[in-house]
């Protein structure tokens, strides 16, 4: 995967700069008509880094066919008509064509589904079009468009300014460098690696706002540039990651089985070609070949399962690790709170009611032009006099350094600078306090008096901001160097309370295996407060500081132990949820501010809201349209019925099928002629996988879905090692029968075993289904039907036309008393085998901390 070294752009082609600068106009006051904004659209081509064309039928069933499983079938397929075997090649390459032509159609419904629900949280901008500001979709952007933009935005397209009022951008995307830089109209040098008077699609807004003209949409932007060099693909999950070990696992395993064959058949002296034929015979009935299929209509299935929860999956794979996390962390604002502030207070420093401070709070929050926060909608919805009057000429937006914002304001004649923010930043900018005598020096009593009136506000669960002002000379002009020798006012204190069921909620995700932990930049008296009232353990809090003093070690075992952490700044979360992951976690995250979209991409599962600002929603994985824990919740649960559905196919498909290749393996070295012919080891496995084609409709255990569930390819070698000998038991019991009771010949021979091996195999879905008595765990109607169906398939076939070119013939009618004693033994056996070995299994698959 590319590193941020890699993805620093080129200088600017001077040409390129000044052709743009000439041809792309300002728009004017009105902005493009909506004609112009569509020819161009029609020109240009919508506003996408990747325009993602709709592939051919004949390309997507390629796709489907590209993995290793399928790669077997499609080699064995060529060499069994290389060979003449015509019937056999078809076999396969009908398996290979149902297993891609299915998960064609899945995907390709589950992909259609997947991009209306993406309209619904699609990102946008606010563009002005026919002489009006819009909230369009970004992708209709064009060169000309004149956009609006604010502390939360991510820049839509590349754009040269021509307004900015201490505009911020975050541009890690295209320089690597972290910290804002500074962008001012008009500014920026020719051949500069960015200008400093232009923004850059893929960059964010920290802090500020701004107009500019867009020069450069989609491919052509400096960030669609850099995608099409690199052409850089996601990291793998690890659902994927575990898909590709399996097939590996399979490969390895196939390879081992055809050597064997090769060698007995050279001692026996058998001929050639049927010793090669019988071996790739073996080769595709240990393959699951549709475990991609399976894999795509079970996490399809959850997606569109999920939807209707209101959780939007923006990755199918993502599925997977939602299910398998066992460790979500997220601010309390909107999680814990039903992120609806209400003022609860106004008072001085000395805590008594003033009037003063709401006036001032309310011109703060009024006039101020850039990212509203909900404590300025609780500002402004109080009770308070009337605003009218006053006028904004000019303001110090708010950045998270400073963490405040400063206002100049005017009215009749006289101007005056309103600072609001975090109290002890405030406060640090304050030499001079309010009290009911007046102004008074602000020495290090009365700031001491005037924390203390914040700290008793805090600890009872208020979110307080200060209010500080002093007045501005006419000509005094209004920059980061005005917030000085403020007069502090007093405090304005908030009150979100704790959602009705939130903790209820964080109960059963604690009862489901996933710890809750509050990552929060509020007051860390505030955030224990909260955390206490919904049933989080805020006993030991972790801050800011805490966390920088820690080594990455230390901060992992810390962090495992605590579930409270204040004042942390995005880096510092990133530092957690590392240290977490190192401990062996699953982490998710949930946030949907401007300094959360590093947290969402450090995190297994990145989790946004609809609401949020662009930067994390574009970051996640998930998007929630609800930001509700019992939202998210209802989503765990749905990755963990995907999770379950795929271990089953596996669990089932692994030890039947080496069960029966065990036997066959086996017994070639025995009989004198083989157990099975290859034609009928194809049609035996091919119907044997169409019977598990439902397995996605069916409802999982509870037990499974109580715990965070975890891929490994060692459980189900374990279990593929135990239980396949069980059914290798009853294979050599039905050789014994039809050899000595029934003195079968050849062909009767491989009659009854066809019919017993998929019948056993096939039932036994019942019980590798459910983790518990499968009397009371029903499975759904599809899978009971094609399961009996199969089976039934397979006992009338020897009767029908087929019989003679697939080499079978009639059984006699006590064969089918045998077979009926032998499955339900059989089934009876593997569920006491079964109940026995899944403690150990599922301890094995249970997350838990990695060694330190």
Same mark, same amino acid.
């Given at each position: 995967?590319?590193?941020?070294?890699?993805?620093?752009?080129?200088?600017?082609?001077?040409?390129?700069?000044?052709?743009?600068?000439?041809?792309?106009?300002?728009?004017?006051?009105?902005?493009?008509?909506?004609?112009?904004?569509?020819?161009?659209? @029609?020109?240009?081509?919508?506003?996408?880094?990747?325009?993602?064309?709709?592939?051919?039928?004949?390309?997507?069933?390629?796709?489907?066919?590209?993995?290793?499983?399928?790669?077997?079938?499609?080699?064995?397929?060529?060499?069994?008509?290389?060979?003449?075997?015509?019937?056999?090649?078809?076999?396969?390459?009908?398996?290979?064509?149902?297993?891609?032509?299915?998960?064609?159609?899945?995907?390709?419904?589950?992909?259609?589904?997947?991009?209306?629900?993406?309209?619904?949280?699609?990102?946008?901008?606010?563009? %002005?079009?026919?002489?009006?500001?819009?909230?369009?979709?970004?992708?209709?952007?064009?060169?000309?468009?004149?956009?609006?933009?604010?502390?939360?935005?991510?820049?839509?397209?590349?754009?040269?300014?021509?307004?900015?009022?201490?505009?911020? $951008?975050?541009?890690?995307?295209?320089?690597?460098?972290?910290?804002? $830089?500074?962008?001012?109209?008009?500014?920026?040098?020719?051949?500069?690696?960015?200008?400093?008077?232009?923004?850059?699609?893929?960059?964010?807004?920290?802090?500020?706002?701004?107009? &500019?003209?867009?020069?450069?949409?989609?491919?052509?932007? =400096?960030?669609?540039?850099?995608?099409?060099?690199?052409?850089?693909?996601?990291?793998?999950?690890? +659902?994927?990651?575990?898909?590709?070990?399996?097939?590996?696992?399979?490969?390895?395993?196939?390879?081992?089985?055809?050597?064997?064959?090769?060698?007995?058949?050279?001692?026996?002296?058998?001929?050639?070609?049927?010793?090669?034929?019988?071996?790739?015979?073996?080769?595709?009935?240990?393959?699951?070949?549709?475990?991609?299929?399976?894999?795509?209509?079970?996490? &399809?299935?959850?997606?569109?399962?999920?939807?209707?929860?209101?959780?939007?999956?923006?990755?199918?794979?993502?599925?997977?690790?939602?299910?398998?996390?066992?460790?979500?962390?997220?601010?309390?604002?909107?999680?814990?709170?039903?992120?609806?502030?209400?003022?609860?207070?106004?008072?001085?420093?000395?805590?008594?009611?003033?009037?003063?401070?709401?006036?001032? &709070?309310?011109?703060?929050?009024?006039?101020?032009?850039?990212?509203?926060?909900?404590?300025?909608? @609780?500002?402004?919805?109080?009770?308070?006099?009337?605003?009218?009057?006053?006028?904004?000429?000019? *303001?110090?937006?708010?950045?998270?350094?400073?963490?405040? /914002?400063?206002?100049?304001?005017?009215?009749?004649?006289?101007?005056?600078?309103?600072?609001?923010?975090?109290?002890?930043?405030?406060?640090?900018?304050?030499?001079?306090?309010?009290?009911?005598?007046?102004?008074?020096?602000?020495?290090?009593?009365?700031?001491?008096?005037? #924390?203390?009136?914040?700290?008793?506000?805090?600890?009872?669960?208020?979110?307080?901001?200060?209010?500080?002002?002093?007045?501005?000379?006419?000509?005094?002009?209004?920059? %980061?160097?005005?917030?000085?020798?403020?007069?502090?006012?007093?405090?304005?204190? +908030?009150?979100?309370?704790?959602?009705?069921?939130?903790?209820?909620?964080?109960?059963?995700?604690?009862?489901?295996?996933?710890?809750?932990?509050?990552?929060?930049?509020?007051?860390?008296?505030?955030?224990?407060?909260?955390?206490?009232?919904?049933?989080?353990?805020?006993? *030991?809090? /972790?801050?800011?500081?805490?966390?920088?003093?820690?080594?990455?070690?230390?901060?992992?075992?810390?962090?495992?132990?605590?579930?409270?952490?204040?004042?942390?700044?995005?880096?510092?979360?990133?530092?957690? /949820?590392?240290?977490?992951?190192?401990?062996?976690?699953?982490?998710?995250?949930?946030?949907?501010?401007?300094?959360?979209?590093?947290?969402?991409?450090?995190?297994?599962?990145?989790?946004?809201?609809?609401?949020?600002?662009? $930067?994390?929603?574009?970051?996640?994985?998930?998007?929630?349209?609800?930001?509700?824990?019992?939202? %998210?919740?209802?989503?765990?649960? *749905?990755?963990?019925?995907?999770?379950?559905?795929?271990?089953?196919?596996?669990?089932?498909?692994?030890?039947?099928?080496?069960?029966?290749?065990?036997?066959?393996?086996?017994?070639? $070295?025995?009989?004198?002629?083989?157990?099975?012919?290859?034609? =009928?080891?194809?049609?035996?496995?091919?119907?044997?996988?169409?019977?598990?084609?439902?397995?996605?409709?069916?409802?999982?255990?509870?037990?499974?879905?109580?715990?965070?569930?975890?891929?490994?390819?060692?459980?189900?070698?374990?279990?593929?090692?135990?239980?396949?000998?069980?059914?290798?038991?009853?294979?050599?019991?039905?050789?014994?029968?039809?050899?000595?009771?029934?003195?079968?010949?050849?062909?009767?021979?491989?009659?009854?075993?066809?019919?017993?091996?998929?019948?056993?195999?096939?039932?036994?879905?019942?019980?590798?289904?459910?983790?518990?008595?499968? #009397?009371?765990?029903?499975?759904?109607?599809?899978?009971?039907?094609?399961?009996?169906?199969?089976?039934?398939?397979?006992?009338?076939?020897?009767?029908?036309?087929?019989?003679?070119?697939?080499?079978?013939?009639? /059984?006699?009618?006590? +064969?089918?008393?045998?077979?009926?004693?032998?499955? &339900?033994?059989?089934?009876?056996?593997?569920?006491?085998?079964?109940?026995?070995? #899944?403690?150990?299994?599922?301890?094995?698959?249970?997350?838990?901390?990695?060694?330190?």
């Amino acid at each position: 995967m590319p590193t941020s070294r890699d993805l620093r752009v080129a200088p600017c082609d001077a040409r390129w700069t000044s052709v743009d600068q000439r041809s792309i106009a300002d728009p004017g006051a009105a902005g493009l008509s909506a004609a112009q904004a569509e020819e161009l659209l @029609a020109r240009e081509g919508p506003n996408e880094v990747a325009v993602h064309t709709r592939a051919s039928v004949l390309r997507q069933l390629v796709s489907s066919a590209s993995n290793p499983l399928l790669g077997i079938l499609l080699v064995c397929a060529v060499a069994s008509a290389i060979l003449g075997q015509r019937v056999n090649a078809t076999i396969v390459v009908s398996m290979v064509l149902l297993s891609a032509g299915i998960d064609f159609v899945q995907s390709f419904r589950s992909a259609r589904a997947v991009e209306r629900l993406r309209a619904q949280v699609a990102p946008t901008a606010t563009v %002005l079009r026919d002489g009006r500001w819009l909230e369009l979709p970004r992708r209709v952007l064009v060169p000309g468009d004149r956009i609006r933009l604010s502390a939360g935005d991510m820049v839509p397209a590349d754009a040269r300014l021509v307004s900015a009022r201490t505009v911020h $951008v975050v541009e890690a995307a295209l320089t690597g460098e972290s910290l804002p $830089v500074e962008k001012e109209v008009g500014a920026g040098a020719e051949g500069a690696t960015v200008s400093a008077g232009h923004v850059y699609a893929g960059t964010s807004i920290a802090s500020g706002s701004a107009e &500019a003209v867009v020069e450069r949409t989609g491919s052509h932007t =400096q960030l669609g540039m850099i995608a099409a060099r690199l052409a850089e693909h996601p990291p793998q999950t690890a +659902f994927e990651h575990g898909i590709r070990d399996f097939g590996l696992f399979i490969t390895r395993t196939v390879l081992f089985l055809v050597l064997f064959i090769g060698v007995v058949s050279v001692a026996l002296h058998r001929p050639p070609l049927e010793s090669l034929l019988f071996a790739v015979a073996l080769a595709v009935g240990l393959t699951p070949e549709f475990l991609p299929m399976i894999s795509t209509v079970t996490l &399809a299935t959850g997606a569109m399962r999920m939807a209707r929860s209101k959780v939007i999956v923006k990755h199918l794979p993502s599925i997977q690790n939602l299910g398998s996390m066992d460790v979500l962390c997220s601010d309390k604002t909107g999680t814990l709170t039903r992120a609806q502030m209400v003022l609860e207070r106004s008072v001085d420093g000395a805590g008594e009611t003033s009037p003063a401070v709401l006036r001032l &709070a309310r011109v703060n929050s009024a006039l101020q032009t850039g990212l509203r926060s909900p404590l300025d909608d @609780a500002i402004l919805a109080a009770p308070g006099e009337a605003l009218d009057g006053w006028r904004r000429q000019d *303001e110090v937006p708010f950045d998270f350094e400073r963490r405040r /914002l400063s206002v100049a304001a005017e009215r009749d004649g006289g101007r005056v600078l309103v600072c609001k923010g975090a109290p002890e930043s405030v406060l640090a900018a304050c030499s001079a306090w309010e009290t009911a005598a007046g102004a008074q020096p602000l020495d290090a009593d009365a700031r001491a008096r005037c #924390l203390r009136t914040d700290h008793a506000l805090a600890v009872q669960g208020l979110r307080v901001l200060a209010v500080a002002s002093r007045p501005l000379g006419e000509d005094e002009s209004c920059d %980061l160097g005005s917030e000085r020798d403020l007069s502090f006012v007093g405090f304005v204190a +908030f009150l979100d309370p704790p959602l009705a069921d939130v903790a209820a909620t964080v109960a059963g995700l604690r009862r489901d295996g996933v710890t809750v932990k509050i990552l929060s930049g509020d007051d860390p008296r505030v955030v224990r407060h909260v955390c206490e009232a919904v049933g989080i353990d805020g006993g *030991e809090v /972790l801050t800011g500081d805490d966390v920088d003093r820690l080594t990455d070690p230390a901060l992992g075992q810390v962090a495992e132990r605590t579930s409270v952490f204040a004042r942390v700044a995005p880096q510092q979360k990133n530092r957690i /949820l590392q240290a977490l992951r190192r401990r062996g976690h699953v982490v998710g995250f949930l946030g949907d501010g401007i300094n959360d979209a590093p947290s969402l991409h450090a995190a297994d599962v990145g989790i946004s809201v609809a609401t949020a600002v662009d $930067v994390a929603r574009d970051a996640a994985d998930i998007v929630l349209l609800e930001r509700s824990l019992g939202v %998210l919740h209802a989503g765990i649960v *749905e990755g963990r019925k995907s999770f379950g559905n795929v271990m089953k196919y596996l669990l089932m498909g692994t030890s039947s099928n080496f069960g029966n290749m065990l036997s066959m393996a086996v017994a070639s $070295v025995f009989l004198p002629f083989l157990p099975m012919l290859p034609t =009928q080891i194809l049609l035996n496995n091919f119907l044997y996988d169409l019977a598990q084609v439902t397995i996605p409709t069916d409802a999982v255990d509870p037990s499974a879905l109580a715990r965070p569930q975890r891929w490994d390819i060692g459980a189900v070698r374990r279990f593929m090692l135990v239980v396949g000998p069980v059914s290798s038991l009853y294979d050599f019991l039905t050789f014994f029968i039809l050899l000595r009771v029934f003195h079968a010949p050849e062909r009767l021979f491989h009659t009854g075993w066809f019919v017993e091996s998929l019948a056993t195999q096939v039932l036994v879905v019942f019980v590798i289904r459910t983790a518990g008595n499968p #009397l009371r765990s029903r499975p759904s109607l599809l899978l009971a039907t094609t399961a009996i169906a199969v089976v039934v398939v397979a006992a009338v076939l020897p009767w029908t036309r087929a019989a003679e070119p697939l080499g079978f013939e009639p /059984l006699p009618a006590p +064969f089918f008393l045998f077979l009926a004693v032998a499955t &339900a033994t059989y089934l009876l056996l593997v569920q006491w085998v079964k109940a026995r070995m #899944l403690p150990r299994f599922t301890a094995r698959r249970r997350p838990g901390p990695a060694p330190a």
